[in-house]
């Protein structure tokens, strides 16, 4: 599902309308950011499921992401390729 992000320039109340809402006044600018933060988000994750099963194997590994590490960069890719992630 697509959510596209807008960013408020600015936003001013106003005032108040008869049922409560407020009045606004404001600019507003649409972006492809929201894709963006998605598409890191689910990098993201499946860092930590590889890092989490390599714990659970016993393994002591920097769990920051994105990693740094050139071992583990290449063992994450090869996680990857073989997760279909």
């Keep these: 599902m697509r959510a596209p992000a807008k960013v408020n320039l600015w936003l001013n109340v106003v005032g108040r309308r008869a049922d409560g809402y407020h009045l606004l006044d404001s600019l507003v600018a649409f972006t492809d950011l929201a894709d963006e933060i998605a598409a890191e988000a689910v990098e993201m994750t499946a860092f930590e499921d590889f890092v989490t099963e390599e714990v659970?194997?016993?393994?002591?590994?920097?769990?920051l992401y994105p990693a740094t590490?050139?071992?583990?960069?290449?063992?994450?890719?090869?996680?990857?390729?073989?997760?279909?992630?």
């Excluded at 659970?56 to 769990?63: A, D, F, Q, V």
């Excluded at 590490?69 to 992630?85: C, L, V, Y």
């Design 56 to 63: 659970m194997k016993g393994r002591s590994i920097l769990g």
């Design 69 to 85: 590490e050139e071992r583990t960069k290449a063992e994450f890719a090869a996680w990857r390729q073989a997760n279909g992630r």
